[in-house]
């Protein structure tokens, strides 16, 4: 496995962004060359980025035969808007600039939020071509492309059903100026990459309606979706077994240990197999 670190360097970027991959190294051994990858990026209501959804998902992933990588991007109080979009943004150019000596498929690269982090990947998907973001890249348009988007439990609205205190903590003296533009609902278009979205009806945080508007969005602008609606679970439970669970062990929920097979799946039938040779093969 090819696993490093790499600290992010846009303007406002903290000490603690940094970049890590978990990418599989190529062998002969494979048939499969050219490998998806999933950028993960943890939830904490931007003052914080989540240990326990962080590697645990990467990992999930690489079990499959995906490459992975976490962003721990840039938080509150020290850094806001538009630091940890400019972050992500790099982390997709760095990873199709490298695409070939890492073996990333660059038809296939997917973005992972969870919670507050899914407002980050949700908004990248919004806003990838717009151009202050190129330009502020140096890239273009097409280099900061997502292909695919999986929101886990996000946070989406600055309206009725807003987790506030996200907003406040990613637009600090900006909240005013810029809450109604980062109510993503709101922002979806024609460009947006089909997106999976999973959310527990009893979330107590981040309420259900977040992802249920956003999915609304997208179907508006005919672009492919597909909402996991469970019926127990609180907020931010990971990938929902022990090895996302906290000592008080809530996190725990196995009715919605199915949402990493269920993207596994989805992923299948929206994209197709992996290219095993010149011939189309399950990847499993």
């Not at 280099?143 to 609205?157: A, D, F, H, S």
């Not at 987790?163 to 609902?185: G, I, P, Q, T, W």
């Not at 089909?194 to 009806?201: C, N």
Request: net charge negative.
């Amino acid at each position: 496995m090819i696993y490093e670190k790499f600290q992010m360097k846009e303007e406002g970027s903290t000490k603690d962004a940094v970049l890590t991959t978990y990418l599989l190294e190529d062998t002969p051994e494979f048939g499969v060359k050219k490998r998806p990858v999933v950028i993960v990026c943890p939830g904490g209501a931007y003052v914080y980025n989540s240990d326990r959804e962080g590697e645990p998902l990467a990992l999930q992933f690489t079990a499959k035969g995906y490459h992975a990588v976490v962003l721990r991007y840039s938080v509150a109080p020290e850094a806001h808007f538009p630091t940890a979009l400019l972050e992500l943004g790099r982390t997709v150019q760095m990873l199709r600039e490298r695409a070939e000596e890492w073996h990333i498929d660059t038809e296939r690269i997917f973005l992972m939020g969870s919670s507050a982090g899914g407002h980050l990947v949700a908004s990248y998907s919004c806003f990838w071509t717009k151009d202050w973001l190129r330009k502020a890249l140096g890239c273009e348009k097409e280099v900061l492309r997502p292909n695919g988007l999986m929101l886990n439990y996000p946070v989406i609205t600055s309206g009725e059903y807003a987790h506030r205190d996200s907003f406040k903590n990613l637009l600090a003296d900006r909240y005013d100026e810029l809450v109604e533009e980062m109510s993503l609902e709101k922002q979806v278009t024609e460009d947006n990459p089909p997106t999976f979205l999973w959310h527990t009806m009893t979330d107590g945080l981040v309420p259900v309606e977040n992802s249920m508007l956003f999915a609304k969005a997208l179907k508006d602008k005919g672009i492919s979706a597909e909402l996991h609606l469970y019926s127990q679970g609180g907020h931010g439970i990971g990938v929902a077994t022990e090895v996302s669970g906290t000592e008080y062990w809530c996190e725990i929920v196995p009715i919605c240990q199915s949402w990493v097979e269920l993207v596994h799946t989805w992923i299948l039938e929206t994209f197709g197999h992996l290219q095993l040779g010149v011939e189309q093969k399950f990847f499993q």
